[in-house]
């Protein structure tokens, strides 16, 4: 079994809320590892923390209705600063409000997106460039869903 799979093994069995109980836990089960590499597993997993009943946070395997959990930076400096979407091929045009384009691209890019080549910042408007024209189209139905 490999790192990952025992943390997948690990966040489906327990509920574990912090980085540190989860590398005591892989730690238990013979895996060797830095802070570093548990926040490396945890964004290569797309991990999110999702609450209970009880409102207590703990890690879990992203769902498409909780990946909008999966960076709470993003979607509320996204929601405050964007107000259109569109695209064209492979190209997305994110319009910002004045001064806001470098903040959304930031918090973007560290989501790390599938099928995106690069983003290109300006002041009030942000173009990603995606593999292709599909990626593009999937890219701009989830930016909208959040809006």
Known sequence: MTRQEA????????????????SKRLEEEGFAVTQATISRDIR?????????????????????KEKYQASHKFYSIFLASVYK??????LVVIRCYTGMAQAVCATMDSLEWSGVVGTVSGDDTIL????????????????????
């Open 7 to 22: 943390i997948l093994n690990l966040i489906e069995s327990e509920n574990i809320s912090t980085q540190n109980e989860l």
């Open 44 to 64: 290569e997993l797309r991990l999110v923390k999702v609450a209970d009943p009880n409102g207590n946070y703990h890690y879990a395997v992203g769902k498409p």
């Open 85 to 90: 979407v569109d695209y064209a091929n492979n």
């Open 128 to 147: 990603v460039v995606t593999r292709d024209e599909q990626v593009a189209a999937e890219m701009v139905k989830t930016l909208r869903e959040i809006r």
